[in-house]
């Protein structure tokens, strides 16, 4: 029970990294899946992520009665093929083994057993890895690469949504005549308690859209965080309260950001951060924007090399994976934005990581033997608290058991510690 005192190997230290990076290398599907299920953002991977989509582009109204002699001959259309560019992206990471240091428990000491506060450690290191991804999924710009300013070269790791929509309007893909863009009048906030112009602006725009999309069973309008209160603020100022705006809940039961209004009985309103700042409005179909990884590449892995030239302890995690995005289907039907302005809200400092939390781990030494509580709820998986928290934490013994003592040495069922800022972990004996 005394304190732990030998680092867990590398064989233990390179499972442990290669099992995180797993999940790592998914980028912004494991920084933050809830918003990515929200915005209705389809993740691909493997094999699914190599495919070709094509869709095909038809011509309607052109039916007409027959007459005879008078041949009709019109085309039915044409294949589109969108394509998901992806690029290689990879990072180093350099460590101290001395920060790996703990007993393994289920193993006799080799590679394969559970290490929990090793993988929290390689989790807060390579964590990075993925919210720089995630900062460039709807900003991301390869062509910022070699920008002089380090702060927007790092938006240079794939084009993301906005610069994939930048580049179709460009190319005439997306415009005014193929509705696909759709002049909306800026929405800004109430004037005062009666006024309802954001919510009729937006369902003026609503019902400018190409009425195949209003058919759609689910379509979900992106906008930034103001105007999204904008718009339920002018819905209940015309209706005399907002009852009648549904705020939808997340998984944890809370309300997640994002609701729904009778009138636009199909729509879903989906504010974020991710958006962006501005004027921009766009709406569209379920997992018409796509993150594509490619993580069956022998180029996607996390590789762990022990001592540099600093330090024979050193420990570096080198972590690499080739990822894109795409909007596949740009067509009226499928998909409109307004003719607003956007930009990103974390230029030009894009800063990722949070230093300030620790993250609890607590290991029962034999499971059913005994249970935690930590501030009176029962601990079930990690944790997060600010520095400077303080943790009741109580060890109780299944019927039958005894409490024997904390992996600190204390062999008190109640302790009382304070969150540093670091990843703690602690380990309760049972007998």
């Keep these: 029970m005394s304190a732990n005192t030998a680092f867990i190997g590398k064989d233990a230290l390179t499972h442990v990294a290669e099992q995180v990076g797993k999940n790592i290398i998914m980028g912004p ?6 918003l990515m299920d929200r915005l209705g953002i389809q993740v691909i991977s493997g094999i699914q992520y190599k495919k070709t989509d094509t869709f095909l582009v038809r011509k309607g109204g052109t039916t007409r009665r027959k007459v005879v002699g008078t041949p009709v001959a019109n085309s039915i259309g044409f294949l589109k093929e969108r394509t998901l560019v992806a690029k290689l992206s990879w990072n180093r990471y350099k460590d101290n083994i001395d920060n790996y240091v703990e007993t393994p428990f289920g193993t006799d000491g080799k590679a394969g057993g559970e290490y929990p506060l090793s993988t929290v450690a390689v989790e807060a290191i390579l964590a990075s890895y993925a919210e720089d991804l995630t900062s460039n999924l709807f900003f991301g710009d390869m062509s910022l690469e070699n920008n002089s300013d380090p702060d927007k070269a790092k938006l240079s790791l794939y084009d993301g949504f906005h610069t994939l929509i930048r580049k179709d309007m460009e190319a005439g893909v997306i415009n005014a005549a193929n509705g696909n863009i759709v002049e909306c009048d800026a929405i800004t906030a109430p004037s005062n308690a009666h006024d309802s112009t954001p919510y009729d602006t937006v369902y ?9 999309l209003r058919q759609q069973k689910k379509i979900i309008l992106h906008c930034d ?3 999204g209160s904008y718009i339920a603020q002018g819905y209940s100022n015309k209706f005399h309260g907002n009852i009648k705006v549904n705020y939808l809940l997340g998984a944890d039961g809370n309300p997640n950001g994002s609701f729904t209004i009778p009138e636009m009985p199909r729509v879903v309103f989906t504010p974020s951060d991710a958006w962006g700042v501005g004027t921009r409005l766009m709406a569209t179909v379920p997992n018409n924007l796509q993150y594509g990884v490619d993580s069956e590449s022998n180029e996607s892995f996390v590789k762990v090399q022990f001592g540099s030239d600093d330090d024979a302890q050193d420990v570096i995690f080198q972590i690499q994976s080739i990822q894109g995005a795409r909007l596949l289907n740009p067509l009226s039907y499928a998909f409109v934005i307004s003719d607003g302005t956007i930009q990103n809200p974390l230029t030009p400092n894009v800063v990722n990581g949070d230093f300030t939390n620790s993250r609890l781990v607590i290991t029962i030494d034999k499971a059913g033997y005994g249970s935690v509580t930590v501030n ?22 299944a019927d039958g058991k005894t409490f024997v003592g904390w992996s600190t040495g204390s062999t008190e069922a109640t302790i009382t510690v304070e969150a540093t800022g670091v990843p703690m972990g602690l380990t309760a004996f049972f007998e």
């Design 204 to 212: 003026d725009w609503y019902m400018r859209w190409n009425p195949r």
């Design 376 to 397: 009176g709820a029962a601990y079930t998986d990690p944790q997060e608290f600010k520095a400077g928290d303080l943790l009741t934490i109580v060890a109780t013994p």
């Design 225 to 227: 965080l103001a105007r």
């Design 29 to 34: 599907a494991y920084s933050d899946p809830e």
